[in-house]
């Protein structure tokens, strides 16, 4: 079965950077779309950006700030994330972009934006 484990939240002023790490393990990862998802309290997973075979799509609230990328080597994926805003502030996780949805989430890891 599909593990995903993410790390490398922490707590960051404005302005600061994180690099967020995941390992997917059960897979064969280098068949898939990955993408980097949050959820902030109260709300629903938001696909924050993703990389496909053909390139990589950002949301329009993280492009420029926020780089995927991936090391099918390792079966890891990463996000830059700079010049962090308070609305940044969420639990992020990786897993699948593609049609038929999500697979089981699996532990994501807090990020904190202080103003």
């Known amino acids: 079965q599909v593990q995903l484990v993410s790390s490398g939240g922490g707590l960051v002023r404005t302005g600061g950077s994180l690099r967020l790490s995941c390992t997917a393990s059960?897979?064969?990862?280098?068949?898939?779309?990955m993408g980097w998802y949050r959820q902030a309290p109260g709300n629903q997973h938001e696909l924050v950006v993703a990389?496909?075979?053909?390139?990589?799509n950002y949301s329009d609230i993280t492009k420029g700030r926020f780089t995927i990328s991936r090391d099918n080597s390792k079966n890891m994926v990463y996000l830059q994330m700079n010049s962090l805003k308070p609305e940044d502030t969420a639990v992020y996780y990786c897993?699948?972009?593609?049609?038929?949805?999500?697979?089981?989430w699996g532990q994501g890891t807090q990020v904190t934006v202080s103003s």
């Open positions: 897993n699948r972009h593609s049609i038929n949805g999500p697979w089981p």
């Open positions: 059960g897979i064969a990862f280098y068949n898939y779309a």
């Open positions: 990389i496909t075979s053909s390139g990589t």
